[in-house]
């Protein structure tokens, strides 16, 4: 007999790396958050559960299994170790880019975006930002730490500069973060209304696109360590997000904040598993 | 004293079974679902939670005490005989058609359902399906079983054939269900658009209505063993429960797929409830 | 060094008595829940989980520090004794009205109210109520016993008479409450509407506002004891909550019926620690 | 067809009343507990899982078929209204020791033995109790209230008088709880020692056995109110209610403070359904 | 840069094929399970909750990354199909023994034995079976199914003969399993005595080890689908499956029944991943 | 009417600081838990569920309200900065025990106790520490991380030196570390044995107690990160407890890693709270 060995991927993504025109990966880190941890079960989770999704898109009449997507396990990362985390998902999402592959990583807290960015910012200096979220995470710093899932939009801010951080869905936040927000990024309160003219605006530019799954009502995604009452429907967001994924020239993405473990049901895996099926069949078939 | 045993009814629905319009009983199965099990503790959990619910409509100013309605509890099924348990389940269903009564089957998984339209479609050939689901449920085998969960209306296509399935909220499947769909059955993906057009064509024709509550979307009805994004509002579901109970010759239905274990808040059980009494109450004072 | 004690507070509403415009403090108390007990456990956990939130709200433009609110703590109710804790509540209430500051009461199930109004309707014979609710609350009596969750309107009814009382979002109760309502109250089915016709209608009048927090869909809010499905979304809850604080001169204010423990995923304490900032907020700093 | 009401019943619990030797009825009422409530699904958790436990016992080589118990049902109880249950199940208990019938009682909080004990103590002036339990449940009063289940054993202690009542298990309690125990009743700390001796010294006269299931060591039985680490084993706890079933003159006995949902492991109840069958087969086949 | 694919094993069982002298797989089948599903997740659990898991062990001062072990992921089996999937467990398992290595078989339930053994029979006529378990599991049918958790040791009886089956830990079954029993196997009640007479008895024959782990007491593994209280604790567990992995000439195993949703906790998990390490590495370094 | 502050202490301990002989303190941090997080709960589920425990102990005849003890709340630490909290931390203490009084730090994870012993240790050059706990805690590095709760220990050894530490019940650790312990410190395998031998040793030196829970069995205390099977019982534990602060020179302790959400009974928290109870009766009315 010939056993090979038990390879887990999300819903089928198996290509070989050389092959694959995405790469997916799990970023399993969340010890800055500070009020319930828990997304570091995020990747394993989407991965376990893509068993109960199909491969087919009726939305797009596509199938992920087209998209050349290899799903390349976790980062072994060392919780409490903030600085070196971020410099080693910096170090990992360059390297796939570098190989001209797009990278979608699976967080993890909101601060596994910054290794991110700065790996695709360093690469495109003209990289604009697009940004999902219930919270504004524009503060300088949280309880003296510059490092936080509460800082990391102004740390990216600091990349990137003024007029290429488009915000949407925001709902919470200081008063000083929003007053931030009027000076130095486009920020849409509560929904993803302007998000065309958003799309207009950034034209051809390289795109970021940070997905922080509290955009949606805890209604819909409970999921997450701060769920943020008032925010946007699964279809609100699936519309956005394809609407994100045809028109902008993305050149790494993420998907984030997904807390499985307070969601007994599984409905809020079920929303991330769809959203990241979605997500990938419109980027790597398009 | 004189004590009487303990009879356990959903929401009082105690009519004597000579006496009884309706009839409702549970088939707690769920053997063939490939991916999270539970379903067979669906018909208890809403005979218990039924306490929490009034009696009394105020959507149809009616009450279900004068619907005529018996709860004759569960089937005894044989968990792992697939074949035997759908028998059973054809067996009984026909001899509550036979004596006149209209019999609402409480789920379990949708195999369940096969039973039942078995039944149906031997006394009343002309037989019409209203499918409310998220899933097509058109594959023709699963891992090579006939028998399934995933198969059901693929088997029910064969009893009744072509143009007399109505699907509605349909967002998942494979291409080639979609596909077989369009020759075969007519098929509403995602919401319930084109049902009055559908209860039209339908007419006078006997029908069989299965409503899998996962048509809803799981921030509404997460208790289920595969939770589908994108579904339809407890309202939508409530105005079209009441549009086909109020229009078509319903002569058999079912109410399936609640797993009510998923969801701790128990709010899924409750819709679960309040779908079936309102049901009953449409059905029984008509 | 010197360490002073450990005081916790709503959201930071650690304002000194003397100083206060508004009181807020929690009833638990839930010995008269029928379906299922816990709303007894609420108050510390809207305390607990205002952690997640923050002080601003982008709703408002202002701040909840701002609004001059003391958080006092949870009176200490006697379990069982169901008379006596309303007259508890009843003493505590008119004592802080006594003192000229607005009283929020976080229950606790629905009959803690009676307690507040009856403190509200001596001091205030003129005493409107707002009632937000997925139940009628108007029996008489529920098995023998007059003082109930399933009766306190009824018992308030007899306390501010015909014409007073303004319910909202009502989808559930036994025929004869809708029809007492008919006669006695201003009963609105379903939803919201018809409440800027309410607020005309009340005028300048002192007003009680009553929010059992059930009148939400139970996907948003299924951290309660009896889920009713069919109610209102969260921004249509908040916008009636605001419109209400905007324009009745309320008196007294109660907030009930979260059951924490029912909805693991905290979502719905968001929801109540939210509806709760947003009320101090309109009420604080008008 | 012939279809019956469905009957629910403790693992087949289902003699007619007129021969039934023993009656097992449910108590569910637990307004007066203090801590967390929710004894009140007790009886209804136990006749659910009992389809998980077989009806003979290799303990006793002996089938609770066999015992002549009947399964009553529960009483409908008012939740709140704390006399009035009391009284209530002190008619319902004196009812039934007048037909010569030994009643088990299924609480519920420790408060409803008070009124089966009235029952037993009217009938039999010698009664003594045996109470198993972790806590001594001799307070006066409780937060000013009379009747409570932390003021249980002192009621009946006014009812039956010193030297009749035997506690075991005891390990939490006030001081002047167990000072009063000292100079009043027979308590053994921590353990069952002591149990024989009691046995003997009560010899024929008529017993009153309430077993309050926290005595088991919160590993063995987690579902409960008010978990109190240092308990007995199941074993030791087993062997014990043989040998009290054995020996004693049993008129009446209850199990009591189940609190089935803080365990969803099930184990709990599974412990409690042990032990019920243990008890009705050595009562009802000696 | 190179990205090979995401391998999860057990604990680092990452051993090929070929070099293996052990190989772990998972058997993901509940469907006859007639209480509680969920065994079907254990495989998956145990790989994922193992990394909280040393691989050394002190009690027997080796480590298992010196074992030779492979964990060949989990049989794709359809649930429902009962026949067929014991088929595919024989042919899979007998395919293992036939290159020479020892299969250890995580279930699922009971019934996947049922595959191993039939493949260990036909290899080793002599073959012995240990049973560790708190059931008999001798039920020559169950609601008419031959194929069941609850008549796989029948079945293997009838393969296996009289005599050559030793049982510990009974302590669940009906009177005539008992009786059955006597006559055909060694059956030890309650626990673990006489496993050295066993060990003893059986000599070097070779041996089936079908471990399972409701032989525990539900305190210590309440994550199985039948928690039947009074077994034995893990220490006494861990001792005897060390004697036996000493002692007796094991040709094949399996561990079952762990149903790990059933206790949060994961503590189940962990009793379940510690069992199956001590058991590969006395299996595999002697 | 005069209103205080909501004041949330353990058990009625508000001695006011200056007054105070012993000072219990939350330090919610759990940034570096590779496995599972969730200690960071355990201060306010401790102070919330010691509502459920009487004062007075039975065990030691003595009432915790004449200990001495305030309850200072929690630090505000900020997760993901690892050094700032261990300094934090060590400041603190420091600060208590050079006012004269003996701290008793909740965690938490196990690395919070580094902060501790280097304050004890700075003040008390003699210091030994007792270490309870399943792990040896020895590693060197994790990750790459030289502070971390699997390296603790090991820092602590490098403050200390070699023979001053005791490590008792440990279970769970890397080869190495066990042979580390075996040159450095005293490490008893398993169990309590050894204990009053390593008291007498110990003598009138100062010594820090490190009581790290999941010494327990997980049956007994499941809500921790990595539950451990084959641990001690909680009488086991008590009576270690008691002899260690009747014995030893306790000038600092900590009791660590309950993490209270992986066990919703909330058995696990009652552990805890009964233990830091019977501690502090022990050493605050000594």
Chains 1, 2, 3, 4, 5, 6 share one sequence.
Not at 9 to 16: I, N, P, Q, S
Request: with cysteine.
């Amino acid at each position: 007999m010939k056993l090979k060995p038990n390879v887990e991927t999300f819903l089928g993504c198996d290509c070989a790396y050389e092959a694959a025109r995405m790469v997916l990966f799990g970023a399993p880190f969340d010890s800055t958050t500070s009020f319930r941890p828990g997304t570091r079960f995020a990747s394993k989770a989407i991965r376990q559960d893509s068993w109960g999704l199909e491969t087919y898109s009726p939305y797009q009449d596509a199938d992920i299994l087209d998209a050349g997507c290899m799903d390349a396990g976790d980062l072994e990362l060392c919780f409490g170790d903030t600085e070196g985390t971020v410099a080693q998902i910096q170090a990992f999402y360059g390297d796939i880019l570098a190989d001209g592959k797009l990278p979608l990583m699976i967080g993890g807290e909101h601060l596994v975006t910054l290794g991110a960015v700065r790996a695709a910012a360093e690469r495109y200096p003209e990289l604009c930002v697009i940004h999902f979220d219930a919270h504004t995470d524009l503060r300088d710093a949280y309880l003296g730490a510059k490092l936080s899932h509460a800082t990391v939009l102004r740390r990216i801010h600091e990349l990137v500069g003024d007029g290429r951080i488009f915000q949407f869905g925001i709902r919470s936040g200081e008063k000083f973060e929003f007053e931030f927000a009027k000076e130095h990024t486009t920020l849409q309160k509560f929904n993803l209304d302007g998000l065309a003219e958003a799309l207009d605006c950034i034209g051809e530019r390289p795109v970021y696109f940070t997905l922080d799954l509290d955009i949606l009502d805890p209604s819909v995604f409970p999921g997450t360590g701060t769920p943020e009452p008032g925010g946007v429907t699964f279809m609100e967001l699936l519309e956005a997000v394809l609407q994100v994924a045809g028109k902008a020239n993305i050149v790494g993405c993420d998907v984030n904040e997904l807390a499985p473990n307070y969601d007994p049901s599984g409905a809020s895996t079920a929303v991330a598993c769809k959203v990241v099926r979605e997500l990938i069949i419109a980027l790597g078939t398009k």
